[in-house]
């Protein structure tokens, strides 16, 4: 791909239904992104969500979620990042809100989601610093928090990520596997269909130019937004197979939970990872062929279903999850 600046990207298509393909690019490098909904906290219903602030300072917030009838025992906490390629959405957007209070009352879990700072406003490593600072609130302020201090188990702590928050919830990994987080413990990583990606084209990549869901141009596109100025699609925070240094892992990371599916222009690069992790000593659970597209979950419950099925048994029975 060469340099990611602006002037490289494709033009916008403003007749397309994909959102990705809607991110206008300006001459100037700023962008114009398509309107999503967002909804608010849930004061009522089936599962309650409130936000309360992460840094005031960089615009960093969280969105808890807690299911309005809790459980005898105390529930295990899920801290959670959206995708959108760095560059779209929030915690608030409606089909991930959905997302997160289905998940809080399937697992059941209390559900914490991250609403980080975008690219290219801040590209990466923005997000991951924001990453890092959620995992540090589970050390430094979650006990004080009066639905984790009452129906939480600290000592049951998952990161978890979608698509580009797959790669942010493995970075976060990364940069604090080394840190002591009492009264928190982190006991996994889940990383659903990552995002990842390659100079080089894979086969499923090949195939994507007309991908309903992250054809090749936007793949491309975000990417291009996303990166540090100046980097290729081999930079190790799109690429950690080829260029992150095997330093990075040392110590060993969490076991992880890798969930990704046939479907998905991105499978081949999750598979790579599975095997890159497990080749690093990493403990990975692979269940990586499902047929579905890439984000299902997030239109399809019975996709969705699967999905919080793998993930609830992979918190509930320490990581056994049939491949």
Not at 28 to 56: H, K, Q
Not at 152 to 160: E, H, K, P, W
Not at 224 to 242: I, M, T, V
Request: aromatic share 6%; glycine share 8%; net charge negative.
């Amino acid at each position: 791909m060469g340099e990611a600046t602006a002037s490289a990207l494709p033009s916008p298509d403003n007749s397309s239904t994909n959102l990705f393909k809607q991110i206008a690019v300006h001459d100037d490098g700023t962008i114009t992104r398509p309107f999503v909904p967002v909804a608010p906290p849930s004061a009522a219903g089936a599962v309650l969500s409130r936000d309360v602030p992460l840094d005031a300072s960089l615009g960093t917030s969280l969105r808890l979620y807690l299911p309005n009838v809790p459980p005898p025992s105390r529930l295990p906490v899920i801290l959670f990042f959206h995708g959108g390629g760095f560059v779209l959405f929030s915690s608030g957007t409606v089909f991930y809100h959905a997302s997160c209070e289905a998940m809080a009352a399937t697992l059941p879990a209390i559900v914490v989601s991250l609403d980080y700072r975008l690219a290219p406003e801040h590209r990466l490593p923005a997000a991951y610093d924001d990453a890092v600072a959620a995992v540090l609130w589970l050390r430094d302020a979650a006990a004080g928090d009066p639905w984790v201090s009452a129906h939480g188990d600290l000592s049951r702590c998952f990161v978890m990520g979608s698509s580009s928050g797959a790669n942010m919830a493995f970075n976060a990994g990364v940069r604090t596997k080394d840190l002591d987080l009492t009264p928190a413990t982190v006991r996994g990583l889940m990383l659903h269909q990552p995002y990842l990606g390659g100079v080089e084209r894979t086969p499923s990549e090949d195939r994507s130019a007309d991908d309903a869901m992250l054809p090749l141009e936007a793949n491309d596109k975000l990417w291009s937004l996303a990166l540090p100025a100046g980097a290729d699609r081999d930079h190790e925070f799109c690429n950690p197979a080829k260029s992150m240094s095997p330093e990075a892992l040392a110590g060993g990371l969490p076991r992880c939970l890798v969930t990704g599916s046939d479907g998905d222009p991105l499978i081949d690069r999750q598979r790579e990872l599975v095997g890159w992790l497990r080749g690093h000593g990493v403990e990975v659970v692979a269940k990586t062929d499902l047929a579905v597209s890439h984000a299902a979950e997030l239109f399809v419950p019975e996709i969705a279903d699967q999905l919080f099925a793998a993930a609830r048994a992979f918190v509930s029975a320490g990581g056994d999850v049939n491949p």
